[in-house]
C-alpha cells in the first residue's frame, strides 16, 4: 500500500510539474499574420516584415523558417527572444510570373505552439513600359 501510495505521488507531482511548465513555455504574438502586397510590379521583388513579441516566459528560439516556394526567401531573428522582447521575420517575394499569388511561411520553434503559419497574398501585374 505504501509503494502504490508513493507511485501516485510521484505520477501526481510529475503532472504538476508538466502543467507549470507548459505555462511557462515561450509564445509568439504577432502585429499580423497575413501581408497583402495588393498589386505590385513584375521582376521587381518586394519585402515585408512580420513583427512579433515573446509573451511567454522562457526565451523563444526559430528552429527555422520554409517558404512554400523558391521565389519566397525568409530571413528571421536567429537569437533567442527573451520574455516581452521583440523579432522579426522579414520575407521577400521576388514577383517574376503575373497573376495572383498566396505564399504561405512554417515557422518551426520551442514555442507552446510549436509550428506557426505566415501568409503573404497579392497580385503581379506585367511591367509597364
Do not use: H, W
Not at 510590379?41 to 511567454?56: D, M, R, S
Not at 536567429?78 to 520574455?83: C, G, M, N, Q, V
Not at 522579414?90 to 503575373?98: D, K, Q, S
Not at 505564399?103 to 520551442?110: A, M
Amino acid at each position: 500500500m505504501k509503494r502504490f501510495i508513493a507511485l501516485c505521488t510521484l505520477i501526481m507531482g510529475f503532472v504538476v510539474m508538466t502543467a507549470l511548465r507548459a505555462d511557462q513555455q515561450p509564445e509568439f504574438k504577432f502585429e499580423k499574420e497575413t501581408n497583402d502586397f495588393g498589386k505590385i510590379a513584375q521582376g521587381k521583388p518586394v519585402t515585408y516584415e512580420f513583427k512579433f513579441n515573446n509573451t511567454g516566459d522562457l526565451p523563444l528560439i526559430i528552429s527555422t523558417v520554409e517558404s512554400s516556394c523558391g521565389c519566397t526567401v525568409p530571413k528571421y531573428t536567429s537569437t533567442p527572444i527573451k520574455k516581452g522582447e521583440a523579432g522579426t521575420i522579414t520575407v521577400t517575394f521576388n514577383a517574376a510570373a503575373p497573376g495572383s499569388f498566396n505564399k504561405v511561411l512554417t515557422i518551426k520553434s520551442n514555442a507552446k505552439t510549436p509550428v506557426k503559419y505566415l501568409y503573404i497574398k497579392g497580385e503581379v501585374v506585367p511591367e509597364s513600359k
